[in-house]
């Protein structure tokens, strides 16, 4: 007898797939399967190669009539379950896969040396309809690794509402080729089954709705974990909320998808259900697919069996989250893109991100620590990423606490100012649209280190660290840092910047003015000159106002402090009037040799002394005392000198000699004089117009205020008029009730008296 057709027979419907008990939570058995059952035929006329006899075995195994012999043999569960395929080298990369992130997209789909999966093998696995390009493109949007490691402490801060209490940031060691794995675990309310499926979907978020949290697109997971690595493995328990306690296993691989040429994001997954003391398997669709995803994962995973991936919930205890990430992005280099050496209690960046020269001054300035270091540390950015953090929550990274940081704490000098965003009608959009801004110098500021920005903060969370807004030429602003809280402007799918909206382009405007004005008023008092605008009435004793102020493309240092007027315009009569200093002094000679040889002014012959006109330094004195010597009418005729020249007749050569010369200073006066009125009126107009705003607005407020009023009054009147109506209908009603009652008792009175009635008549009737 040749062998036969092996088909499977089951006599009913198999709801429910065996419940085998499994490790992790201890021994036991779980509930029995349904017994399976193949049918053996045979036939003289059966061959292989034959198409007939395969037609007659296809008949038999539908249950039609045929000669030959049947049997039914009783197999255990799970005997008829399609075999793996051969197992590739588990989560590795195939060699040509690259393992730089931003080259790990150039694939097309197609398997990359291993055969892929029959499509009857994947058809029940938990997917999304999305190619795994695009995980790989989502990801990108992580410019910054540690932005995405950010993400991952994201998601474990809002499980405090579920009772988690840290978030543990460490190494592990895959035990299949020796690499390092990154791990996140949280002790949170964990993610039940439809969770752990709604973690692993794109776009899918429950927090949007919730208060106090700070996911809210439900695209973090996915992009920050495909940022630092090629895989990811999520281990998660929950305690059920009123159902059974249950834990998951799931697994995100790019390793798997592109070696195996997948055109769907396959994402395996597998249950567990809590009976009394076991843990057992808990089976969506078939027991089949369910082993189909547990094989996937064991082969692609750093663990090799099922017993290795259960030992992982030991950490876990009764609720919580651990996440494992594996086969970590390299850079050019071939070295991994996180640095784990190079601080044993801290996960640094390599490249770019890291300056040697800004870790040297973070030692020697550790009040700006955080400003130089926070681009490759992730200890240093951790610690100033939240604004608030609860006091029962800890940060653990590589098992030392992250110490929480807020970065007034660096500030001296401080100012608070209110930022009230107004709409283009003038008036507030919300009550609530409001930023508290802590301005103030760096505490290292009066060692005029280059520090400088404002921490800007969404929902608590850090979105802008030290954004510079002003970039002065010289050193203005330097020193300056601020922290506000801007729950009023949106921040871009990676947190890392802001939606560039009317609301932000305002704000930088106002920061940017914030910063100017606290710069000017305060940047003295650490050492910069020429940064402060004195104001003083009389002109004579210091002159400044906000000519001496240096130029946007000057520094404060190149402007000396100037008082006196003389001072101020010894360099600029210099600069302006060097060209004419020659000729006016050859024209001072000629006329004193004039005056002293009784030679023609014309003179050409320079040879004999003559002492040059006086500094521009002291002119402005001379000046003065000429005038005084003009307006008093001195004509006192001065004692005969030895060459027969008076004394008054020198003293007016000289006076009108020096009146020439400071004609040029006079006239650059003049022009300053009217410089300065044209921005004092420049600024009254700005004032005024500023005023006219304010008086419109409170204009707009209160016309708001009195429609609001009449509003009310109208609403009060309403309200009055339908208590009125509402008060005649009821007792309209009730008077039409009352004489319904009154009806009804007649009839039932007039219904009595027929009963009577009928009853005599039928009395009489018998007599």
């Known amino acids: 007898m040749k062998p036969g057709v092996v088909k499977t027979e089951v006599a009913e419907e198999r709801p429910t797939p065996p419940a085998t008990a499994v490790g992790g939570g201890g021994g036991g058995s779980g509930s029995s399967a349904p017994a399976q059952l193949i049918e053996l035929s045979s036939s003289d006329s059966d061959s292989d190669g034959d198409v007939g006899g395969s037609a007659k075995r296809a008949r038999l195994a539908a249950g039609g009539s045929g000669s030959g012999k049947r049997a039914r043999v009783s197999v255990p569960p799970g005997f008829l379950d399609l075999l793996p395929a051969p197992p590739p080298p588990p989560s590795s990369p195939s060699r040509s896969a690259t393992k730089q992130f931003w080259k790990a997209g150039d694939y097309d789909g197609k398997p990359v040396g291993i055969p892929e999966q029959p499509a009857s093998s994947a058809s029940g696995l938990e997917h999304v309809r999305v190619h795994p390009k695009f995980l790989h493109s989502n990801a990108t949007s992580h410019k910054w690794a540690l932005g995405a490691l950010a993400e991952l402490l994201d998601n474990s801060l809002d499980e405090v509402r579920n009772g988690a209490t840290f978030v543990n940031i460490d190494i592990l060691e895959n035990s299949r080729d020796k690499t390092r794995m990154l791990l996140v675990e949280d002790n949170g309310g964990g993610m039940d089954p439809e969770k752990m499926r709604h973690c692993m979907s794109l776009g899918y978020s429950a927090k949007s709705q919730l208060a106090n949290t700070i996911g809210q697109y439900g695209n973090g997971f996915k992009t920050s974990t495909m940022r630092l690595g090629a895989d990811v493995l999520v281990f998660s328990r929950s305690c059920g909320e009123g159902k059974r306690p249950t834990q998951s296993i799931g697994m995100l691989s790019y390793t798997f998808l592109r070696s195996t040429g997948k055109e769907d994001i396959v994402v395996p997954m597998i249950d567990y259900e809590k009976n009394k003391l076991n843990w057992t398997r808990k089976v969506r669709s078939t027991f089949p697919d369910w082993n189909t995803s547990l094989q996937t994962i064991i082969m692609w995973s750093p663990y090799r069996t099922e017993a290795e991936l259960l030992e992982q919930f030991s950490s876990i205890k009764e609720h919580g989250t651990r996440v494992i990430i594996y086969n970590l992005w390299e850079d050019d280099q071939g070295d991994l893109e996180l640095d784990f050496d190079a601080d044993v209690n801290d996960i640094q960046l390599r490249g770019g991100n890291r300056d040697e020269k800004n870790i040297e001054m973070a030692k020697q300035y550790p009040n700006s620590k955080h400003f130089l270091t926070y681009r490759h540390s992730l200890r240093s950015y951790a610690s100033i990423l939240y604004l608030r953090v609860p006091d029962a929550f800890q940060m653990i990274l590589r098992g030392k606490e992250i110490e929480h940081h807020n970065i007034v704490t660096d500030m001296m000098l401080k100012k608070e100012v209110t930022y009230r965003p107004v709409a283009t009608n003038g008036l507030p959009k919300d009550s609530n649209m409001v930023a ?110 906000e000519g001496q102020q240096p130029s946007p493309g000057h520094s404060g240092k190149d402007y000396p402090k100037q008082h006196s007027v003389g001072k101020s315009y010894s360099g600029l009569g210099k600069k302006n009037h060097k060209s004419k200093q020659a000729e006016k002094s050859a024209r001072t000679k000629r006329s004193a040799k004039s005056i002293l040889h009784g030679l023609s002014d014309t003179s050409d012959d320079s040879d004999s002394e003559f002492v040059g006109t006086p500094s521009l330094s002291s002119r402005a004195h001379i000046l003065s005392a000429h005038r005084k010597h003009f307006q008093n009418g001195n004509t006192t005729l001065a004692t005969p000198l030895s060459n027969g020249s008076t004394e008054k007749e020198q003293n007016a050569n000289g006076d009108r000699h020096s009146i020439d010369d400071h004609e040029a200073i006079i006239k650059q006066l003049r022009d300053e004089n009217s410089s300065l009125k044209e921005r004092l009126l420049s600024v009254e107009e700005s004032m005024s117009q500023e005023l006219v705003m304010e008086q419109d607005k409170i204009k707009s407020l209160t016309e708001r205020l009195e429609d609001l009023e009449r509003q009310l009054e109208t609403a009060t009147k309403e309200q009055d008029a339908l208590i009125d109506i509402f008060s005649e209908e009821r007792s309209r009603r009730d008077e039409e009730e009352e004489n319904l009652r009154e009806k009804l008792k007649e009839q039932s009175s007039t219904i009595q008296e027929l009963l009577e009635k009928l009853n005599a008549a039928k009395k009489g009737q018998k007599v």
């Open 436 to 545: 508290e801004v802590t301005i103030g110098f760096v505490k290292d500021a009066k060692h005029h280190v280059d520090v400088q920005g404002f921490n800007v903060y969404h929902r608590n969370r850090l979105i802008k660290p030290f954004w510079r807004v002003w970039t002065a030429a010289g050193s203005g602003g330097r020193g300056v840092i601020g922290v506000l809280e801007a729950n009023f402007i949106e921040p871009a799918h990676d947190k890392q910047d802001f939606e560039r909206t009317t609301l932000l382009s305002r704000l930088e405007q106002r920061l940017i003015q914030m910063q100017k004005d606290y710069w000017s008023g305060n940047a003295h008092r650490i050492g910069y000159v020429g940064a402060r605008s004195f104001r003083n009435s009389e002109i004579g004793e210091e002159y400044s106002l």
